[in-house]
């Protein structure tokens, strides 16, 4: 890797960093132009991002605008190679933002999937694996624990 590379990288990641909790359209269009340039390191972008949704130190809503920046380079990127790096990991991605993003905000998820699933993004397989099916037990559980932090929260 090139120090172009490597320094577009950095940039690359200080622009996801901007994004936190509102999905700003601007930053999501200059990221996927980036990796829309950039297709022999896209790869390593999307390692970045996958790597942003993984940490524990990000809050939930900050993931969103970069699942949303998912779906922008989906749709975006012309070439195959885009949704071969996505692909294999974006089961695991969805199901752990489903799981550390409020009840109120799942819908927001749930949207994106249900366009993938219109256009035919990923096959039936995929598709199927990232239908999320909710037990009324870890509904509410998840309900009384959204309940509790907004309260937490309001008390500091």
Request: charge should be negative; glycine fraction near 6%.
């Amino acid at each position: 890797m090139s120090d172009d590379d490597t320094e577009m990288i950095a940039d690359f990641a200080a622009m996801l960093m901007t994004l936190k909790a509102h999905p700003d359209k601007a930053i999501i269009n200059a990221l996927t132009m980036i990796a829309s340039d950039e297709a022999e390191a896209f790869p390593v972008l999307y390692k970045v991002i996958e790597t942003m949704m993984f940490d524990k130190g990000v809050v939930g809503s900050y993931k969103i605008p970069l699942f949303y920046l998912v779906d922008s380079m989906l749709n975006n990127c012309e070439g195959e190679e885009y949704k071969a790096a996505i692909q294999p990991t974006i089961v695991a991605v969805f199901k752990h933002l489903y799981g550390v993003v409020k009840v109120g905000e799942r819908g927001k998820l749930k949207k994106v999937l249900g366009l993938w699933s219109e256009r035919k993004m990923f096959g039936e397989e995929i598709i199927g694996q990232l239908q999320v099916r909710e037990g009324r037990r870890d509904m509410w559980i998840r309900v009384i624990c959204d309940m509790w932090l907004r309260k937490a929260d309001e008390e500091q």
